[in-house]
């Protein structure tokens, strides 16, 4: 069953108005053109109407839809017939994370990111896109591939955070995230990251050090979520809505901060609305950055990513 968000409904009521005459002209035979046109002019507008004044909250909903495309949609849609590569050679393969080689728009390319499941029982193998550390060591030692062979990096970020098991503790998850954005940070060849959907403390993070950050309109990047941010503060995961508020998550926010390099714009009402018109305008952003990016030697990527990070952050001189 669709997923139906609360305020998406009047959009969707219309859509279904629209869909209806279609199969009534078609049945009937009669010419309802003209009014399916006006039908479809008032959902595009009241589509840009929802999207223009969202809250932060409902974008983080957004963010979440199950509908949204995932890193393998986005692998189909842009490398064709790809390789999948499987493994951290230390005897595990974390199915939160993939990665693939193949051929974008004329440029081998190494794809990495997280994935989650449109199923329970995808959900569960997937562990929800949360990734223990086999993960981002399997998504570190496709980096350290990608570089060996010149290869320029795309990561599509989109997880709740990192799995904060026993287990992943025990397996050393934070060493394993600080040592992606160490290793990351040095890379010589072009890494361009892009957050698609949530974009969860750590656990982003690990695929998030790149010399393009680019994030989905409705995509969020938080250091936390909303819901574990009203734990905290009040005690109450009820307070998420105030948390994301507070929290400056949304990618607008992030532009702003200078979290995010551009906001790449989600057409026909949302990405879980447009998917493949999702994933053709991201492969355009992704695809002009790699022109800009791909001219450069070594040392001067890893300077512009070393600057870009470092010039995160603002501060007051009190004297």
Not at 148 to 163: E, K, Q, S
Not at 215 to 229: H, Q, R, W
Request: charged fraction near 25%; charge should be negative; glycine fraction near 12%.
């Amino acid at each position: 069953m669709e997923l139906v968000l609360d305020f998406e409904r009047p959009l969707v009521e219309l859509r279904r108005r629209i869909d209806g005459l279609r199969q009534a002209e078609a049945a009937q035979g009669i010419d309802l053109g003209a009014s399916i046109k006006e039908l479809e002019r008032q959902a595009d507008a009241l589509a840009r109407q929802i999207l223009a004044n969202l809250t932060p909250w409902q974008r983080t909903l957004l963010s979440r839809h199950p509908s949204r495309p995932y890193t393998l949609d986005y692998a189909a849609q842009w490398l064709g017939e790809a390789v999948e590569l499987h493994g951290d050679r230390a005897g595990f393969d974390d199915q939160a994370i993939v990665g693939l080689v193949g051929e974008f728009r004329g440029r081998s390319i190494m794809l990495i990111g997280h994935q989650k499941g449109r199923n329970t029982k995808e959900n569960v193998v997937r562990n929800f896109g949360m990734a223990l550390p086999d993960g981002y060591r399997k998504a570190l030692r496709l980096m350290r591939l990608a570089e060996r062979f010149g290869l320029p990096i795309v990561t599509l970020i989109d997880t709740p955070g990192a799995y904060p098991g026993i287990d992943a503790e025990a397996r050393g998850q934070a060493e394993a995230i600080a040592r992606n954005i160490m290793e990351m940070a040095t890379l010589a060849v072009p890494v361009v990251c892009c957050v698609i959907g949530e974009g969860g403390s750590g656990g982003a993070l690990a695929l998030g050090v790149g010399n393009r950050v680019f994030m989905l309109e409705n995509a969020t990047y938080s250091v936390i979520s909303p819901e574990g941010c009203a734990a905290i503060l009040w005690h109450d995961r009820a307070e998420g809505p105030r948390a994301a508020e507070a929290l400056k998550l949304t990618a607008g926010d992030c532009l702003r901060l200078g979290v995010a390099d551009a906001l790449v714009d989600e057409p026909g009402g949302g990405a879980h609305r447009s998917p493949e018109g999702t994933i053709e305008a991201l492969g355009n952003a992704v695809a002009a950055a790699l022109d800009e990016l791909s001219p450069l030697d070594g040392a001067a990527l890893r300077a512009q990513r070393y600057a870009r990070f470092r010039a995160l952050g603002a501060f007051e001189d009190r004297g």
